[in-house]
C-alpha cells in the first residue's frame, strides 16, 4: 500500500478565528470553502477545518473529548528553508491569535524549532532541519 496521507481534518471551535490564525499567521489561502467548513491545499495532501461538533458527527464520535481535557502528544509540523525564519513565524502565528507553546531553540539532534499552538490549541513546529531540504514544491525529504 502507498505510504501517504490525503487529508488531514482539525476540529475547531470557529472558522473566522481559525481563518485568521492560517491566514494572517501562515499565509495560507483556502482552495475551498463552505460556512461551515474550510480546506487548504497543501503540498501533496489537503488541510481541513471543521467545527469539532460536526467533525464529531461525521465520525459518528460525538463528545469524544470534554473540554479540559489535555490535548493528546502530537504535533503538526511546517519546516522553513532557515533558521533565521522559524522566530519571525512562531511570532506571526501568535500575533494572528495563537499561543506560543515554546520559543525557538536548537534541540540536542540538530537544527532550529520552536511551538505555537493554534487557536483551538493543535500544536505546530515550526522548524528549520539542515538535514531536511525542502524542494520547489515545499515538499520535505529525509536527506540523512
Aim: proline fraction near 9%; glycine fraction near 12%; avoid cysteine.
Amino acid at each position: 500500500m502507498q505510504q501517504q496521507i490525503s487529508l488531514i481534518t482539525l476540529g475547531i471551535a470557529d472558522i473566522a478565528r481559525s481563518k485568521r490564525f492560517y491566514g494572517e499567521g501562515f499565509g495560507w489561502t483556502p482552495v475551498f470553502e463552505t460556512p461551515g467548513i474550510v480546506f487548504y491545499q497543501m503540498n501533496g495532501l489537503m488541510l481541513g477545518l471543521w467545527p469539532t461538533p460536526d467533525l464529531e458527527a461525521d465520525m459518528q464520535r460525538p463528545g469524544q473529548r470534554p473540554v479540559l481535557v489535555r490535548p493528546g502528544a502530537f504535533a503538526l509540523a511546517h519546516n522553513v528553508a532557515t533558521q533565521a525564519d522559524v522566530q519571525p513565524l512562531l511570532d506571526r502565528l501568535a500575533a494572528a491569535g495563537g499561543r506560543m507553546l515554546r520559543v525557538a531553540d536548537a534541540p540536542p539532534h540538530g537544527g532550529f524549532r520552536g511551538y505555537v499552538a493554534d487557536p483551538d490549541d493543535h500544536a505546530w513546529e515550526i522548524a528549520w532541519n539542515p538535514a531536511w531540504p525542502i524542494d520547489a514544491e515545499g515538499r520535505v525529504k529525509f536527506g540523512i
